[in-house]
């Protein structure tokens, strides 16, 4: 087995309302249905954060740079700190750990704001507009490099 081989999937704020959120939007599977049925089953050595708080968020990606020799990849979905999170970007410039982001919506087609990314310099890829395939698809893409 090699040594790189879990990939850790973050969801920032708001993301544990999958399914009950703006369903037309975002769909109407929780993200934890989704995770158990659609991605345990088919990748092993998956590890799944999620949080409403920016500290903690960072926290977990400094603790994932430290265990760097485990993790093959991340699979960010940072929701709105995508857009606004000065904090989150600063730590992403100092991972040395391939960064997928993620969104559920295509958000080039949303608001304005939502067409921002604070955090895309720093990720080696952008996966948006595929609901909840998108993080299939980051997995995926992670397990290529």
């Known amino acids: 087995m090699n040594t790189l081989d879990t990939i850790l999937i973050i969801n920032g704020p708001n993301l544990n309302m999958l399914g009950k959120r703006e369903p037309n ?54 929701g709105a700190y995508t857009h606004t999170s000065l ?11 391939p960064i997928i982001e993620v969104h559920i919506s295509n958000i080039f087609s949303r608001e304005a ?14 996966i948006a507009g595929f609901g909840l395939q998108s993080y299939k698809l980051a997995i995926e893409a992670l397990l290529e490099l």
Do not use: M, W
Request: hydrophobic share 35%.
């Open 113 to 126: 704001i939502r067409r921002v990314s604070l955090i895309s310099e720093s990720c080696k890829g952008v």
């Open 25 to 78: 939007i975002y769909g109407n599977e929780s993200f934890e249905q989704y995770y158990n049925t659609k991605l345990l089953p088919y990748y092993e050595h998956l590890e799944y954060f999620q949080s409403n708080y920016e500290g903690a968020i960072i926290d977990k990606l400094q603790q994932a740079n430290e265990c760097k020799n485990s993790i093959k990849g991340i699979v960010l979905n940072l």
């Open 87 to 97: 904090a989150i970007a600063d730590t992403l410039r100092a991972i040395s750990i």
